[in-house]
T-cell receptor, first 116, second 111 residues
Framework: SAVISQKPSRDICQRGTSLTIQCQVD?????MFWYRQQPGQSLTLIATANQGSEATYESGFVIDKFPISRPNLTFSTLTVSNMSPEDSSIYLC?????????????FGQGTRLTVV | DAKTTQPPSMDCAEGRAANLPCNHSTISGNEYVYWYRQIHSQGPQYIIHGLKNNETNEMASLIITEDRKSSTLILPHATLRDTAVYYC????????????FGGGTRVLVKP
C-alpha cells in the first residue's frame, strides 16, 4: 500500500497568482500522477511524472500552465500558474503500487482550490 | 483503455444489497475491471478488481459476465458510509497505464 499526503488541503487564491501543491508518498514509487476534478465532475488526468525525466502531459494540459517537479521517488509538486476562476477544482495526486498479482492506485485526499 | 458505461445515480436502502452495473463492451483480453469509490471530499479508494472470474473481498463482490462485456459490483449490506460515487474502470496491468475515469454512479444509501 501507499500513504499519500497532499499540502495544502485547500486554498483560496487570487486570479493571476500561482499555487504549488505538494505530494509526499511514504514509499518510493516510479510514477506519480496528477489529476484534476472540476466541480461535480469526474477525475481527469493532467500528467504523469517520472523521477528524473520531464512529465508527460495529457491532451489539453501544458507545462507552462501546470509545471511539475519530481525531484525524488517520494515527492512531487504541481503548480497551477496564472490562475483564473476556471482553475477552481480539486487537484489529486496518485501513485501506483505493483504487486505480484496486480497494480493498484492510491490517491491523496486532494487539494481544493478556489480562485477568486 | 476501454470505455465504461454506468448509470449516473442510484438509491439503495440501508442494510440491503446494492448492485452496481457497468458495461464495458470493448474490453480487450488483457484488461482488468477495477472498481474505485470516492466518498465526498476524499480521494478515490480501491474496492476490488477482476479479470474474468468472480471476486470477493471484505468490501464487495465483483461479478463479471462470461463474455466480459459487463460486470456488477455488489455491496452486500449497504451502510450510510457507503454513500459515494463508484467508478468502474478497465485497464491493463502494465505499469503506468493510466486510469481513465468515466462519470461513475452516485450511490445514495438511505436509512
Amino acid at each position: 500500500s501507499a500513504v499519500i499526503s497532499q499540502k495544502p488541503s485547500r486554498d483560496i487564491c487570487q486570479r493571476g497568482t500561482s499555487l504549488t501543491i505538494q505530494c509526499q508518498v511514504d514509499s518510493q514509487v516510479t510514477m506519480m500522477f496528477w489529476y484534476r476534478q472540476q466541480p461535480g465532475q469526474s477525475l481527469t488526468l493532467i500528467a504523469t511524472a517520472n523521477q528524473g525525466s520531464e512529465a508527460t502531459y495529457e491532451s489539453g494540459f501544458v507545462i507552462d500552465k501546470f509545471p511539475i517537479s519530481r525531484p525524488n521517488l517520494t515527492f512531487s509538486t504541481l503548480t497551477v500558474s496564472n490562475m483564473s476562476p476556471e482553475d477552481s477544482s480539486i487537484y489529486l495526486c496518485s501513485v501506483e503500487v505493483t504487486g505480484k498479482m496486480w497494480t493498484e492506485a492510491f490517491f491523496g485526499q486532494g487539494t481544493r482550490l478556489t480562485v477568486v | 483503455d476501454a470505455k465504461t458505461t454506468q448509470p449516473p445515480s442510484m438509491d439503495c436502502a440501508e442494510g440491503r444489497a446494492a448492485n452496481l452495473p457497468c458495461n464495458h463492451s470493448t474490453i480487450s483480453g488483457n484488461e482488468y475491471v477495477y472498481w474505485y469509490r470516492q466518498i465526498h471530499s476524499q480521494g478515490p479508494q480501491y474496492i476490488i478488481h477482476g479479470l474474468k472470474n468472480n471476486e470477493t473481498n471484505e468490501m464487495a463482490s465483483l461479478i463479471i459476465t462470461e463474455d466480459r462485456k459487463s460486470s456488477t459490483l455488489i455491496l452486500p449490506h449497504a451502510t450510510l458510509r457507503d454513500t459515494a460515487v463508484y467508478y468502474c474502470i478497465v485497464r491493463s496491468q502494465a505499469a503506468g497505464n493510466k486510469l481513465t475515469f468515466g462519470g461513475g454512479t452516485r450511490v445514495l444509501v438511505k436509512p
